[in-house]
């Protein structure tokens, strides 16, 4: 979700005007909002890809693209703002400010982080990935990996090193490019379907798809504004049929574009909060949108529910054998399990500990892939380094607190839906 612009709503526009002196507590987060909003916009400028999505204020973006300023100025202005945050009293905010703050400060934070970075200051990957998105990752060591790869050496027999069989195996069942359109369109009508029968969706809301090559991931979601995204697959590597529910859950529904149109229709226009209006990609709410992107295909396909409809709807689109899609299913869901150990290699490819060639053969042995898909995976890590994590234990995270509004399918979607249209704070995630 890159600078995209759409047109401000009224009460966006008021929001453009001169602030005034702040008479309470609560209209001094509008103001720090506000230079955030600002401060975003020129760390935009400085960093192409730092704004994922912006639909505020056109003169604003405008302002920011005329004169941004120099990162040493932007690193006193977020220094400046997270001291006015903190200077804000709690006391006198209601609750749903009180979230608010919490939500800015983390905000701040990353901004702060990630002006460091861009001015030439290291951090260690977990200092990194807790200044960005709020929370310090666990690091397992490799070897700890190594009791699911003999799980799936048995699911795979044969000769050869399990990740050539692995790969050998998914070849089967890869998506004819001349399929992958209507494939993809019956797996996003089926991941509407099932969000809408448990989030009432804000009106008018739509996408467009397209294909697209040459990225370093498979997926993406362009928010535009005004409950509209734009949802890329990437093509450079056959997408495996597995990969059409879950990216029409992540990058639509329940994930990137919910959340996004959520968020507008609540935060944005609903209270005015224009912080929503901008969305920087290092930052805590990336956390929040992976983790609850990635968790989504569960909760809208739970149990055997996304086999199911693959065998019966998916795999005769694709032109493949749903005979056989349940072996397949049982790969892809003990691969699950590896998800984590693109974090320990993220880590110790950045910090110099492996090269680039033991790094590519370290994701080919452990997320068993071929070395193509391996060599997109570090090219992901050298773009987004930590952001890694937000996929994994983000997930994680989600997954337990929606899990403990208990086994109702109806209780999980309700706290879903507060996940994706509050503002979630990667804290809030533990209650």
Same mark, same amino acid.
């Given at each position: 979700m890159i600078l995209r612009l759409a047109a401000a709503t009224a009460a966006l526009a008021l929001l453009?005007? %001169? =602030?005034?002196?702040?008479?309470?507590?609560? =209209?001094?987060?509008?103001?720090?909002?506000?230079?955030?909003?600002?401060?975003?916009? #020129?760390? /935009? +400028?400085?960093?192409?890809?730092y704004v994922d999505a912006y639909y505020g204020p056109a003169e604003w973006a405008a302002a920011a693209k005329a004169k941004p300023r120099e990162v040493p100025a932007l690193r006193a202005e977020a220094d400046r703002l997270a001291a006015a945050l903190k200077a804000v009293d709690g006391k006198a905010l209601s609750p749903d400010e009180v979230r608010r703050?919490?939500? @800015?400060a983390g905000?701040?934070?990353?901004?702060?982080?990630?002006?460091?970075?861009?001015?030439?200051?290291?951090?260690?990957?977990?200092?990194?990935?807790?200044?960005?998105?709020?929370?310090?990752? %666990?690091?397992?060591?490799?070897?700890? *990996?190594?009791?699911?790869?003999?799980?799936?050496?048995?699911?795979?027999?044969? +000769?050869?090193?399990?990740?050539?069989?692995?790969?050998?195996?998914? =070849?089967? *069942?890869?998506?004819?490019?001349?399929? @992958?359109?209507?494939?993809?369109?019956?797996?996003?009508?089926?991941?509407?379907?099932?969000?809408?029968?448990?989030i009432a969706l804000p009106k008018g809301e739509r996408f467009d798809l397209s294909f697209v090559t040459k990225k370093p991931w498979s997926g993406y979601n362009w928010y535009k504004g005004d409950a509209h995204s734009l949802i890329e697959v990437n093509t450079d590597l056959p997408t495996p049929i597995s990969r059409a529910v879950d990216l029409g859950c992540h990058e639509g529904y329940p994930g990137h574009h919910v959340l996004n149109a959520l968020? #507008?229709?609540?935060?944005?226009?609903?209270k005015g909060w224009v912080e929503f209006s901008v969305y920087p990609l290092f930052s805590p709410q990336s956390l929040i949108a992976e983790g609850s992107a990635n968790y989504g295909i569960?909760?809208?396909?739970?149990?055997? #529910?996304?086999l199911n409809f693959e065998r019966k709807t998916l795999y005769p689109l694709a032109g493949l054998d749903?005979?056989?899609?349940?072996? *397949?299913?049982?790969?892809? /869901?003990?691969?699950?399990?590896?998800?984590?150990?693109?974090?320990?290699?993220?880590d110790l490819y950045l910090s110099g500990k492996?090269?680039?060639?033991?790094?590519?053969?370290?994701?080919?042995? *452990?997320?068993?892939?071929?070395?193509?898909?391996?060599?997109?995976? @570090?090219?992901?890590?050298?773009?987004y380094r930590s952001y890694v994590i937000n996929y994994n234990l983000g997930q994680?995270?989600?997954?337990?607190?929606?899990?403990?509004?208990? %086994?109702?399918?109806?209780?999980?979607?309700?706290?879903?839906?507060?996940?994706?249209s509050q503002p979630t704070t990667p804290a809030d995630l533990a209650k």
């Open positions: 453009a005007a %001169p =602030a005034l002196a702040a008479p309470n507590e609560g =209209a001094k987060l509008d103001v720090i909002a506000q230079d955030f909003v600002r401060l975003t916009l #020129e760390a /935009g +400028e400085r960093e192409p890809g703050k919490a939500f @800015l905000q701040v934070k990353a901004a702060q982080t990630r002006l460091a970075m861009l001015a030439g200051q290291k951090f260690s990957f977990q200092d990194e990935a807790e200044g960005l998105f709020g929370v310090r990752p %666990p690091l397992k060591p490799l070897s700890a *990996y190594d009791p699911i790869l003999a799980k799936i050496d048995k699911l795979v027999p044969g +000769e050869g090193d399990l990740a050539t069989r692995v790969s050998a195996f998914q =070849a089967r *069942y890869t998506i004819p490019t001349d399929r @992958l359109e209507p494939v993809m369109k019956a797996a996003i009508a089926e991941c509407k379907a099932r969000t809408e029968a448990h968020l #507008e229709e609540k935060l944005t226009k609903g569960k909760l809208a396909f739970p149990g055997e #529910e996304k749903p005979a056989t899609a349940q072996t *397949y299913d049982a790969v892809t /869901g003990a691969m699950a399990d590896l998800a984590s150990v693109q974090n320990t290699i993220a492996l090269d680039k060639e033991a790094a590519v053969a370290a994701l080919a042995k *452990y997320a068993l892939s071929s070395r193509a898909k391996a060599e997109k995976s @570090l090219s992901f890590i050298e773009a994680d995270m989600v997954r337990a607190h929606v899990e403990r509004a208990g %086994p109702s399918q109806d209780a999980r979607w309700t706290r879903m839906e507060a996940v994706i």
